[in-house]
Nanobody, 122 residues
Framework: VQLEESGGGSVQAGGSLKLSCAAP????????MGWYRQAPGKGRELVAR?????????TYTDSVKGRFTLSEDDDKNMLYLQMNSLKTEDTAVYYC???????????????YGQGTQVTVSS
Protein backbone atom coordinates (compact mmCIF):
# COMPACT_ATOMS: atom_id res chain seq x y z
CA VAL A 1 0.00 0.00 0.00
CA GLN A 2 1.57 3.27 -1.09
CA LEU A 3 0.89 6.12 1.31
CA GLU A 4 2.29 9.59 0.84
CA GLU A 5 2.49 12.11 3.66
CA SER A 6 2.99 15.84 3.36
CA GLY A 7 2.71 18.93 5.50
CA GLY A 8 5.44 18.47 8.06
CA GLY A 9 7.79 21.23 9.05
CA SER A 10 9.12 23.34 11.87
CA VAL A 11 6.95 25.41 14.13
CA GLN A 12 7.20 27.11 17.49
CA ALA A 13 5.42 25.73 20.52
CA GLY A 14 1.79 26.74 20.48
CA GLY A 15 1.65 26.74 16.71
CA SER A 16 -0.26 24.55 14.28
CA LEU A 17 0.45 22.22 11.39
CA LYS A 18 -1.76 20.12 9.18
CA LEU A 19 -0.52 16.82 7.82
CA SER A 20 -1.99 15.20 4.74
CA CYS A 21 -1.87 11.62 3.52
CA ALA A 22 -2.77 10.40 0.06
CA ALA A 23 -3.91 6.79 -0.03
CA PRO A 24 -5.10 4.47 -2.76
CA UNK A 25 -8.86 4.12 -2.79
CA UNK A 26 -8.81 0.39 -2.09
CA UNK A 27 -6.86 1.00 1.13
CA UNK A 28 -8.75 4.12 2.13
CA UNK A 29 -12.09 2.33 1.97
CA UNK A 30 -11.11 -1.06 3.38
CA UNK A 31 -8.51 -0.40 6.07
CA UNK A 32 -8.33 1.40 9.35
CA MET A 33 -6.46 4.62 8.63
CA GLY A 34 -4.45 6.68 11.03
CA TRP A 35 -1.31 8.47 12.09
CA TYR A 36 1.64 7.21 14.09
CA ARG A 37 4.74 9.04 15.25
CA GLN A 38 8.23 8.17 16.32
CA ALA A 39 10.36 10.51 18.36
CA PRO A 40 14.15 10.15 18.50
CA GLY A 41 15.14 7.21 20.67
CA LYS A 42 11.54 6.08 21.16
CA GLY A 43 9.24 3.53 19.66
CA ARG A 44 6.50 4.25 17.17
CA GLU A 45 3.23 5.19 18.82
CA LEU A 46 -0.33 5.63 17.67
CA VAL A 47 -1.47 9.24 17.46
CA ALA A 48 -4.94 8.87 15.98
CA ARG A 49 -6.84 6.25 14.05
CA UNK A 50 -10.25 5.99 12.48
CA UNK A 51 -11.91 2.62 12.42
CA UNK A 52 -11.97 0.24 9.52
CA UNK A 53 -15.76 0.42 9.60
CA UNK A 54 -15.59 4.16 8.89
CA UNK A 55 -18.38 4.67 11.40
CA UNK A 56 -17.00 7.81 12.94
CA UNK A 57 -15.08 5.96 15.61
CA UNK A 58 -11.76 7.76 16.06
CA THR A 59 -9.16 6.91 18.67
CA TYR A 60 -6.64 9.46 19.94
CA THR A 61 -3.71 8.88 22.22
CA ASP A 62 -4.23 10.72 25.49
CA SER A 63 -1.42 13.20 24.97
CA VAL A 64 -3.03 14.72 21.86
CA LYS A 65 -6.70 14.70 22.85
CA GLY A 66 -8.23 18.14 22.45
CA ARG A 67 -5.28 19.36 20.36
CA PHE A 68 -5.18 17.09 17.31
CA THR A 69 -8.02 16.25 14.95
CA LEU A 70 -8.10 13.45 12.42
CA SER A 71 -10.29 14.01 9.39
CA GLU A 72 -10.68 12.70 5.88
CA ASP A 73 -11.93 13.61 2.44
CA ASP A 74 -13.73 10.63 0.94
CA ASP A 75 -13.83 12.12 -2.53
CA LYS A 76 -10.06 12.59 -2.63
CA ASN A 77 -9.04 9.56 -0.54
CA MET A 78 -7.10 11.90 1.71
CA LEU A 79 -6.46 11.62 5.43
CA TYR A 80 -5.55 14.66 7.51
CA LEU A 81 -4.17 15.43 10.93
CA GLN A 82 -4.75 18.94 12.19
CA MET A 83 -2.32 19.62 15.01
CA ASN A 84 -2.93 22.64 17.21
CA SER A 85 -1.25 23.89 20.38
CA LEU A 86 1.86 21.98 19.46
CA LYS A 87 4.34 21.14 22.18
CA THR A 88 8.03 20.36 21.99
CA GLU A 89 7.23 16.77 22.94
CA ASP A 90 5.22 16.43 19.71
CA THR A 91 8.49 16.54 17.79
CA ALA A 92 8.70 13.31 15.81
CA VAL A 93 8.48 11.73 12.40
CA TYR A 94 4.79 11.28 11.64
CA TYR A 95 3.65 8.32 9.58
CA CYS A 96 0.39 7.74 7.80
CA UNK A 97 -0.79 4.18 8.30
CA UNK A 98 -3.23 1.76 6.74
CA UNK A 99 -3.84 -1.18 9.03
CA UNK A 100 -6.14 -4.15 9.51
CA UNK A 101 -6.45 -4.34 5.75
CA UNK A 102 -8.02 -7.30 3.96
CA UNK A 103 -5.43 -9.68 2.55
CA UNK A 104 -6.31 -8.67 -1.01
CA UNK A 105 -5.24 -5.14 -0.11
CA UNK A 106 -2.08 -6.00 1.79
CA UNK A 107 -0.56 -9.04 3.50
CA UNK A 108 0.90 -6.71 6.11
CA UNK A 109 -1.03 -5.74 9.23
CA UNK A 110 0.62 -2.30 9.29
CA UNK A 111 1.43 -0.31 6.18
CA TYR A 112 3.26 2.98 6.63
CA GLY A 113 4.25 5.86 4.44
CA GLN A 114 7.77 7.29 4.37
CA GLY A 115 7.00 9.74 7.12
CA THR A 116 7.16 13.49 7.49
CA GLN A 117 9.20 15.36 10.09
CA VAL A 118 7.48 17.63 12.59
CA THR A 119 9.76 19.75 14.74
CA VAL A 120 8.38 21.93 17.52
CA SER A 121 10.75 24.40 19.12
CA SER A 122 10.34 26.28 22.37
Amino acid sequence: VQLEESGGGSVQAGGSLKLSCAAPIYAFRNCAMGWYRQAPGKGRELVARRSKARDGDITYTDSVKGRFTLSEDDDKNMLYLQMNSLKTEDTAVYYCAAEQCPLWVSPEYYNYGQGTQVTVSS
